[in-house]
């Protein structure tokens, strides 16, 4: 017993991040950048609690995401026009693949997008990736092409910034954008009826629903899977409107307006309620609350205070937390919307915040990230520089934080770990 007692202790040893919790898709395994991951650093700079960082080519803003022992992220090289996917392992840095899956036409996008910006999602047997003109593939974990689909492309006036996500044999993506030129402001400025929600089959690529939202405009919203009495619905925001749908069928359920465009924080939901915010025109922070039925929803409360215009929501009850673009971090209370605290990080911030090791992690566009506590009180516990540009959202898994800049993947960790 002796013997085994040490043999196991040698493996755990060996093999620290046998255990870890996978990061599957963007803002992690629940899609609300909640991670139960421990022994995380608090403290880091470009020189100190760096296990690696490894240069990464082309640009791209997708999220990196973590299975096990390999991390993944996409690029696009060529000035746009060239797609890849890269594999790297997580304990070295070291590039394990990178495949250029397709060509793309490099269309319109504002300056702060890129061609490579929906994260990746994975089931652990295949990476599912999109790229700026809608197009789609799906590798195995060697790198693999297991199948594409490019017969939903896409035009918006902002560029592509939703992802995909993955439910049972479905993978799952909404698709809100604009009319090409010289029409660029039908779906932007007035609503159309030419946004939709697609699901396709996980292991062909083939579709499996398409179902039309109505008048609504642009946006980047990642939708989420909520459990309403047993059935679960997809909630999915854009431009004007927050809607379900059946995730199986594809049946639209209910819609609530939402007025707004160009949005992009993804949906959050919480002991019940459902949290968004609508965009330019009239920004506002809203919860809902579905029937139970699966026939109508309801807004509860409103507040239209600090809106964040591209950062997510945390729920951690009973509070929501957010930060704007501009460096304002507010708490609220998440029942009903009264303002807790409301306190300036200073910065700019692009990417959503993570909750890990009981506290929140804000990364800004320099590269600095701060951690506060989640509580009634505003209290930084660290303020950490790397040194890049940054915009998209970190990733946790293995006691280790990814994050990514405009050049480089960086792997942070408490040394000795």
Request: hydrophobic fraction near 40%; include cysteine.
């Amino acid at each position: 017993m002796k013997r085994l007692s040490l043999l196991l202790a040698l493996l755990t040893n060996c093999c620290p991040h046998s255990n870890a919790e996978n990061w599957p898709r963007f803002r992690g395994p629940t899609g609300q950048g909640i991670s139960s991951e421990k022994k995380l650093p608090l403290h880091w700079t470009s020189e100190s609690n760096v296990v690696w960082k490894a240069a990464i080519p082309g640009e791209g803003w997708s999220s990196p995401i973590v299975w096990e022992d390999r991390v993944f992220v996409t690029a696009a090289t060529e000035s746009g026009t060239k797609c890849h996917v890269l594999c790297l392992d997580a304990s070295a840095g070291r590039i394990v693949w990178d495949k250029a899956v397709f060509e793309q036409t490099a269309g319109h996008k504002e300056t702060k997008n890129s061609y490579a910006t929906p994260t990746p999602a994975t089931d652990g047997k295949l990476v599912y990736a999109c790229f700026g003109d809608g197009s789609l593939v799906a590798l195995d974990f060697n790198g693999a092409v297991i199948w594409t689909n490019r017969e939903f492309k896409f035009y918006s006036q902002h560029g592509l910034g939703t992802s995909p996500i993955l439910y049972h044999d479905l993978l799952i993506m909404a698709r809100d954008g604009s009319h090409p030129p010289p029409d660029t402001g039908v779906g932007w400025h007035t609503p159309w009826n030419e946004a939709y929600v697609l699901a396709l089959d996980k292991t062909s690529g083939k579709l499996r629903w398409k179902t039309p939202r109505g008048s609504s405009r642009l946006a980047h919203v990642t939708p989420q899977i909520m459990t309403v009495n047993g059935r679960d619905e997809l909630i999915s925001g854009a431009g004007d409107v927050v809607q379900a749908f059946d995730p199986e069928a594809g049946q639209k359920l209910w819609s609530i307006p939402s007025i707004g465009e160009g949005v992009v924080p993804s949906i959050v939901i919480g002991d019940g309620l459902i949290f968004s915010a609508s965009g330019f025109g009239k920004p506002t922070i809203r919860a809902m609350k579905p029937d139970g039925n699966g026939r109508e929803a309801a807004i509860v409360w409103e507040q239209n205070k600090s809106v964040p215009m591209v950062p997510s929501f945390l729920y951690l009850k009973p509070h929501l937390f957010a930060i704007t673009e501009g460096g304002v971090a507010m708490c609220l209370n998440a029942a009903t919307g009264e303002i807790v605290w409301q306190e300036r990080v200073g910065g700019t911030f692009w990417a959503s915040p993570v909750y890990a090791e009981g506290r929140i992690y804000f990364l800004s566009e320099a590269g600095e990230t701060t951690v506060i506590e989640p509580a009634s009180a505003f209290k930084v516990l660290a303020k950490n520089p790397l040194e890049g540009k940054c915009q998209a959202s970190l990733a946790v898994s293995g006691g280790r934080l990814f994050i990514r800049t405009d050049k480089r993947l960086y792997c942070v960790a408490t040394r000795g770990l």
